[in-house]
């Protein structure tokens, strides 16, 4: 050991004018360990990725875990989304009518309403109101089990955990996620037009055919099914923060809340890849 | 292995020498971060024989039997169940041994969202689709008989308590008939009274299924009770192995110890 590293190594500032040595890796590690952090997360979120769909994928499929995810993402969510849906409904009407208005659009309201529901907000609105419910609680149950070694006990059995636990959530998210998009869409439909309806004579048959006067499948269908790609996101990482939690109560509030944020955010993220997807698979 | 004490010279494989052990452990090495929980295990069970492992908190029992049951990858070494390596194996392929082996976790690990009769039963309910639900109803309740739970088939497991709960879990790893039984505490945290009905029934479950069972404990109480075998474990590494009497005799400075203290 030399002068400089024994001073070092004690503790003691070395003399005036020799510098002192400090590894590289110590020098990089604030900006190499967050870094690795999020490649190992994306790998290890890859490998679940390819274990939960290929036990999504092949046989034995368990069905009544698939019913009870269907109900429990589907029926559960449905009251939350048509609120949202109807909320949004007034919202976007009340705002429409407003500048429309000053533009001497306002023939122009019924499709304003529909193409921005239906293209834009529903879906959007649908995701994050299900990613905030879905995603918080399959986030909360799951590491819940993790930290209890239920998910242990599963494995331990012979009962391959992806196939059991992460399939039967994920494919439920997909099937559910456009269904309540559209439930959300009509709700949001109903309310704008009744909005709209209060203040001037318009009846709902006026309302739906001016609204969606030259709209053809595509003005609306990949839009509403794009909604299934959200529900993988919020099913995979929902799935994914919740088995692979560490820790005790803290573990499990720590995975249900970064399910909803990041599914929140990879949801909005996707959003913008969808949007330009499909404008330019169905011009 | 040089430096542990084997005092395994009455070991069963050894006497019957082609006699292959249910469950083998060779030079077994695991480490979480900078901690070396396991330092070069070895170990040997066969039929019929219980091998209780015995040592200090955070020497890496739970950390074997998980490992032994595949819930761990291990940094070295190898584990063989009927002489088969498990390293390498898919989860499908892990699955068809681990069907041969039973886990009773130290908390129980019970599925809270199901009752104690489908807790009991969902071993059977996912590898036994071909038996009618009656017979699955049939063979649940002849397993809690067994483990003296009958009656309590419709409670959830947080209306009953911690000693039933690991009867519980007990029936659950026998529901299908495991070669191979692997206990993580089972008397922990229970009453005297609990812990020793818990030993007689270890006991008697072994003298009428003459399983391969591996008990992790740190009750040397209950370890002379129902084991065969002890093998105590210190900084990774067995030090002595062999029946209660063999660790007596030991002149290492851990094992007086940790009789003396137990």
């Known amino acids: 050991m030399s002068n400089s590293e024994s001073i070092s190594a004690a503790g003691i500032d070395p003399p005036f004018g020799e510098p002192a040595k400090i590894p590289w890796s110590a020098i990089t590690a604030p900006v190499t360990r967050p870094v690795n952090g999020v490649l190992e997360w994306f790998g290890c979120l890859g490998i679940f990725s390819w274990k939960a769909l290929k036990a999504a994928a092949t046989p034995p499929y368990e069905w009544r875990e698939l019913v009870r995810q269907l109900d429990e993402v589907g029926s559960k969510s449905f009251p939350l989304v048509a609120l949202a849906g109807a909320a949004i409904g007034v919202v976007i009407s009340l705002e429409a009518r407003y500048s429309l208005s000053r533009f001497g659009a306002k023939s122009m309201f019924p499709a304003t309403l529909v193409y921005s529901v239906v293209q834009v907000m529903g879906p959007i609105i649908t995701g994050l109101v299900v990613s905030g419910r879905v995603g918080a609680g399959m986030g909360a149950e799951l590491a819940s089990m993790k930290v209890t070694e239920q998910i242990d006990a599963i494995e331990a059995s012979a009962i391959n955990p992806y196939r059991l636990l992460a399939a039967p959530r994920i494919v439920a998210c997909i099937l559910m996620l456009p269904l309540l998009t559209l439930a959300a869409d009509a709700c949001a439909l109903v309310t704008g037009w009744f909005a709209q309806a209060m203040v001037e004579s318009l009846s709902f048959h006026q309302f739906i055919n001016s609204g969606f006067n030259g709209a053809t499948f595509n003005s609306f269908l990949p839009q509403t099914f794009k909604t299934a790609v959200y529900g993988l996101i919020i099913g995979l990482i929902a799935c994914f923060q919740g088995m692979r939690t560490r820790g005790g109560a803290e573990g499990v509030g720590r995975a249900a809340t970064n399910s909803v944020v990041l599914a929140s955010l990879f949801l909005i993220l996707a959003d913008v890849v969808l949007v330009k997807l499909i404008l330019v698979v169905f011009p | ?262």
């Open chain 2, 1 to 262: 292995m040089a430096t542990a004490y084997d005092l395994s010279e009455n070991h069963p494989d050894i006497e019957n020498g082609a006699r292959v052990p249910f469950v083998a452990v060779e030079d077994l090495h695991k480490t979480f971060g900078i901690h070396k929980v396991l330092n070069g295990v070895t170990l040997r069970v066969s039929r019929g024989e219980t091998l209780a492992v015995l040592g200090r908190s955070g020497t890496g029992k739970s950390v074997l039997l998980r490992l032994i049951i595949g819930l761990e990858t291990p940094d070295s070494g190898t584990v063989r169940i009927h002489a088969q390596d498990i390293a390498g194996l898919t989860l499908d392929q892990m699955g068809a041994i681990r069907k041969k082996m039973g886990f009773l976790f130290q908390h129980a690990a019970l599925y809270d969202s199901l009752t104690v009769g489908e807790n009991v039963g969902f071993p059977l309910a996912h590898h036994r689709r071909d038996l009618s639900q009656a017979e699955r109803t049939r063979r649940v309740n002849q397993l809690l008989v067994e483990v003296g739970m009958e009656g309590n088939q419709g409670k959830m497991p947080s209306d009953i308590s911690g000693g039933m709960q690991k009867r519980v879990g007990l029936a659950r790893a026998l529901a299908l008939e495991p070669e191979i039984l692997l206990l993580d505490e089972p008397t922990a945290g229970l009453d005297p009274i609990s812990s020793g009905e818990i030993d007689d029934l270890i006991l008697k479950l072994q003298r009428e299924r003459q399983m391969a069972s591996i008990v992790v404990t740190h009750d040397l109480h209950s370890a002379r009770t129902i084991a065969n075998r002890l093998a105590l474990l210190d900084q990774g590494k067995v030090v002595v192995e062999g029946a209660f009497e063999d660790l007596q005799q030991s002149d290492i400075g851990f094992v007086k110890q940790f009789l003396k203290q137990s």
